[in-house]
């Protein structure tokens, strides 16, 4: 079975500043990563994914993930975020079926 | 294109009353996903819908729970009674045949019991 460890519950940074949200994850398989976006009074929002090739995957308003496999890790990074970024983030995993974390709420503070 | 849209966004019940959610995915899209966050906790996975039938319902918590797909186009999720630990945001997912591992996410249903 698969299973995600988010890693930081909460992460405030001040805006301009690179920000780093952590994402562990345990499976026996190959499996597909994900990072969804939740911005307030609206759905989940897929930011990037890992399905195969380049470890370093490059997503929507300038975020990537590296996928890392001996660490089992897919951390999401961003070099200077904006207020806009406000958000829950989600990393999630997927092989027969999708395992979420518990979430990383980012607060961008001016 | 319309996105996967749920309705309510916000329902506010007592306990032992029941609750229809209602999820209506992306037009021509089979796979048809229920998911649940209780409050801080994890996304979890509830059941999967390949159009009319239920291909796993591993994720349901109860018999209080009865998810429905008649037609193979919106889908209901009803909760009956409802109990407090039933709170949380329910979410809807879709993706058309093929495209299992990527799905497009609705805003969900804040369901609140009292």
């Known amino acids: 079975a698969q299973s995600v460890t988010q890693l930081d519950s909460q992460v405030p940074v001040f805006e301009e500043a690179p920000v780093e949200l952590r994402c562990n994850y345990s499976s026996s398989v190959s499996v597909y990563l994900f990072w969804y976006v939740q911005y307030p009074n609206q759905g989940l929002q897929l930011l990037l994914k890992y399905l195969s090739g380049s470890t370093l995957v490059k997503g929507i308003n300038g975020f990537e993930a590296e996928f890392n496999k001996s660490q089992t890790s897919f951390h999401l990074r961003k070099p200077s975020v904006h207020i806009s970024d406000t958000a829950e983030y989600f990393c999630?995993?997927?092989?027969?079926?999708?395992?979420f974390g518990a979430g990383t709420r980012l607060t961008v503070k001016p | 294109e319309a996105g996967v849209t749920q309705f309510p966004s916000h329902s506010v019940i007592e306990k032992g009353q029941t609750v229809t959610l209602r999820c209506d995915p992306i037009s021509g899209h089979d796979n048809l996903y229920w998911y649940r966050r209780v409050m801080g906790k994890e996304i979890k996975f509830l059941l999967h819908?390949?159009?009319?039938?239920?291909?796993?319902e591993s994720g349901m918590p109860n018999n209080r729970f009865l998810a429905e797909r008649t037609g193979g186009t919106y889908s209901t999720l009803k909760v009956q009674p409802a109990e407090l630990e039933d709170s949380g945001v329910y979410f809807c997912?879709?993706?058309?045949?093929?495209?299992?591992?990527?799905?497009?996410f609705g805003a969900g249903t804040r369901l609140s019991v009292l």
């Open positions: 819908f390949v159009k009319e039938s239920k291909q796993d």
């Open positions: 997912a879709s993706n058309p045949s093929g495209a299992k591992n990527i799905q497009y």
């Open positions: 999630a995993v997927s092989y027969n079926d999708m395992r």
